[in-house]
């Protein structure tokens, strides 16, 4: 009786030893709302990292979580999907920054908690906030939703109050053009009602600053490239497939494209896929073989 009384002390402070210690863990990898932990705990200093491993960062690309209601069914990933998808990232420690964190990295070395992750969305549809965005706050993850000024408010899109929330805790609003048009394939001159002016309002309209465009159907050439660096984003991101790097260009990140069909198991497989990051700068303009955005 004794032993087992002791055994049953040991299995106590060991639950106690233990279980604070999980505690301090999720406390320190907190995605926000402990800054003093966040901000002193990184995977490595800066001026020690290997820069273009430390760099190399998943940008995952989503459009809507739902039911398909258009042709291109791989862009809208099931909900449940999602879930295990966002569990997966926590469970395995990945913290989630803003593209503007991300900019500051590579521009200013701010430094990034370890396992830095990247979430977007691409098109502001309606499951982002009645879907995601449910499940990501219970998780307290952030994404950077890239929305097309003339769809806010439409059937099936974001309307003003709940992107208000989303930004509200946390999430990043992010451009991607006022019409959804095929950049590289207007004249030069209507540019800058796409990228700048339209920005400029959703600026004001979100009382917010946005400094990262989402190219349509990831179409870009040298005059756009030259269009958004004249509007002053600090970051723009493609549908070239990969993990981000500086050396891509900061104009012309790759992301991680999530589809329907890939499940849990197509996604970690993806995230896993670190090595095969090649280095590519496209000015082509259209995207080799993904499906379109939207
Ligand atoms: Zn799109």
């Not at 012309?252 to 890939?262: E, G, H, K």
Request: glycine share 6%.
């Amino acid at each position: 009786m004794k032993a087992f009384s002791r055994i049953m002390l040991l299995v106590l402070v060991m639950t106690l030893v233990f279980g604070s210690v999980r505690v301090a863990h999720a406390r320190i990898y907190h995605p926000y709302g402990f800054d003093t932990h966040y901000r002193q705990i990184y995977c490595q200093p800066a001026e020690e990292a290997d820069f273009t491993e430390h760099c190399r960062v998943p940008i995952l690309m989503y459009h809507e979580i739902g039911e398909p209601f258009t042709e291109h069914t791989e862009l809208f990933v099931d909900p449940d999907n999602f879930e295990r998808q966002m569990e997966y990232l926590v469970e395995h420690d990945y913290n989630t920054v803003s593209m503007a964190e991300l900019a500051a990295h590579w521009l200013e070395s701010e430094p990034l908690p370890s396992n830095p992750i990247v979430i977007t969305f691409d098109d502001g549809f309606l499951g982002n906030y009645t879907k995601a965005f449910p499940v990501m706050k219970k998780l307290e993850l952030t994404a950077t939703i890239y929305v097309v000024e003339e769809l806010i408010g439409s059937e099936r899109y974001l309307n003003d109050s709940m992107l208000s929330e989303m930004l509200e805790a946390g999430f990043e609003l992010g451009h991607h053009t006022k019409t959804h048009r095929e950049l590289s394939n207007i004249p030069v001159n209507e540019l800058e009602a796409e990228v700048k002016c339209s920005r400029d309002r959703l600026e004001d309209r979100f009382d917010v600053c946005i400094d990262t465009i989402a190219y349509p159907y990831g179409s870009y050439n040298e005059a756009v490239l030259e269009a958004v660096s004249g509007a002053d984003y600090a970051t723009g991101v493609t549908i070239e497939e990969g993990f981000a790097s500086e050396e891509q260009g900061m104009l012309t990140l790759n992301r991680i494209a999530v589809l329907r069909s890939d499940g849990l198991e197509g996604f970690s497989e993806k995230l896993e896929s670190r090595n095969d990051n090649e280095v590519k700068v496209n000015y082509c303009g259209q995207k080799r073989g993904l499906v379109p955005g939207r």
